[in-house]
């Protein structure tokens, strides 16, 4: 059965990319340093021809920080070969990454053509960040083995990987991709139910309305509301989410927080109106904090700092295992009391 086949999905050894934008340039990298051989597809051939250097730069900076599974660059990249024939980057794949631009038209006749020529039990995952897999994979044939998986920005350095599934995908489609998401070291979550901008944006566009409100309303400055999330809620929210943030934050756990501070959090959250609509004139008040801190032909520059605090902070990430296993309780520890 159709059960028994998407099974045997790691039994094949290649993965598709189809896109050689910087999104599916990181995705390569995460298949072939997950030990899978990978066909990374664009009919653009510059593309590809710019991919190239920059997998291998961005494989050099990961083996600096010890984050290549104890591989070298050379050996991961060895794994990733570049294709402008569709055909032959689709033949034998077990699983294919889309990873075009953000537009439905396109995405449409991506998934069009990818159904027409991948073999019937090809997983088809889309990397789209808004756009849900029932809007583009509705007339498929084979539309049950289409869902979205969905990185975050870099997917070569962040796990996390939204896996949405859309009202007609299988079920052992979902738990294959998951399967193969935590074979490759990602940290998948699965969606029950498709919604609007996924789980990852939806959190943070409450933080960030929230973030803009203080600002317009003149509570806050720019550079103060950033320091409360670093120095605040980030220091904790890097380890542990908002539920065992709470669930440390009262004696006896979560029912505990909620009976003590729920009513005063209702009355907070009434005055936050998601409904405002926010000025040009906050959004300049930010936008010149911004460029007070650097110009905005540094960005690249900036966006090369994150990079680099990211794979530092995954590095901890590694190395912080060791107090997890150390400290952190496990559920039958009462019971050998």
């Known amino acids: 059965g159709i059960n028994a086949e998407y099974g045997n999905i790691l039994m094949s050894n290649k993965?598709?990319?189809?896109?050689?934008?910087?999104?599916?340039?990181?995705?390569?990298?995460?298949?072939?340093?997950?030990?899978?051989?990978v066909s990374l597809y664009d009919k653009i051939q510059s593309q590809l021809t710019l991919a190239i250097p920059?997998?291998?730069?961005?494989?050099?900076?990961?083996?600096?920080?010890?984050?290549?599974?104890?591989?070298?660059?050379?050996?991961?990249?060895?794994?990733?070969?570049?294709?402008?024939?569709?055909?032959?980057?689709?033949?034998?794949?077990?699983?294919?990454?889309?990873?075009?631009?953000?537009?439905?038209?396109?995405k449409l006749s991506v998934f069009k053509e990818l159904d027409a020529i991948a073999d019937p039990i090809t997983i088809l995952?889309?990397?789209?960040?808004?756009?849900?897999a029932s809007k583009f994979t509705e007339t498929l044939k084979h539309r049950?083995?289409?869902?979205?998986?969905?990185?975050?920005?870099?997917?070569?350095?962040?796990?996390?990987?939204?896996?949405?599934?859309?009202?007609?995908?299988?079920?052992?489609?979902?738990?294959?991709?998951r399967e193969l998401m935590l074979k490759v070291g990602n940290k998948p979550i699965v969606l029950k139910k498709e919604v609007m901008a996924f789980v990852q944006n939806r959190l943070q566009y409450a933080i960030l309305g929230e973030a803009l409100?203080?600002?317009?309303?003149?509570?806050?400055?720019?550079?103060?509301v950033d320091t409360a999330v670093i120095?605040?809620?980030?220091?904790?929210?890097?380890?542990?989410?908002?539920?065992?943030t709470i669930d440390l934050n009262a004696p006896n756990g979560v029912s505990d927080y909620c009976?003590?501070?729920?009513?005063?959090?209702?009355?907070?959250?009434?005055?936050?109106?998601n409904t405002r609509q926010f000025s040009q004139q906050t959004i300049n008040k930010i936008d010149a904090h911004q460029r007070s801190l650097f110009p905005s032909s540094a960005i690249p520059q900036a966006s090369t700092w994150r990079d680099n605090r990211l794979m530092a902070l995954a590095t901890h990430h590694i190395e912080s295992k060791q107090i997890d296993k150390k400290l952190f309780p496990s559920p039958n520890q009462n019971k050998a009391k």
Not at 125 to 132: E, F, R, V, Y
Not at 155 to 177: G, N, Q, R, Y
Not at 259 to 273: A, F, M, P, S
């Open 213 to 224: 409100r203080l600002v317009e309303d003149d509570i806050c400055s720019p550079a103060d």
């Open 54 to 106: 920059d997998i291998v730069a961005k494989l050099e900076e990961l083996q600096k920080f010890n984050l290549l599974q104890g591989q070298t660059a050379s050996v991961v990249g060895s794994r990733i070969v570049t294709e402008s024939n569709i055909r032959v980057a689709l033949k034998d794949a077990i699983y294919v990454q889309e990873a075009v631009p953000e537009q439905l038209e396109l």
């Open 231 to 244: 120095h605040g809620l980030a220091a904790r929210y890097s380890f542990m989410g908002p539920f065992l």
């Open 144 to 177: 049950n083995r289409c869902l979205v998986a969905h990185p975050i920005n870099p997917p070569h350095i962040i796990p996390l990987v939204e896996i949405v599934p859309a009202p007609w995908t299988d079920k052992a489609v979902v738990e294959a991709t």
């Open 125 to 132: 995952g889309s990397s789209t960040s808004s756009i849900p």
């Open 259 to 273: 009976q003590r501070y729920l009513k005063g959090i209702y009355t907070v959250l009434k005055e936050e109106d």
């Open 15 to 37: 993965i598709t990319i189809v896109g050689g934008g910087l999104v599916g340039r990181c995705w390569a990298i995460v298949f072939a340093r997950g030990g899978f051989n």
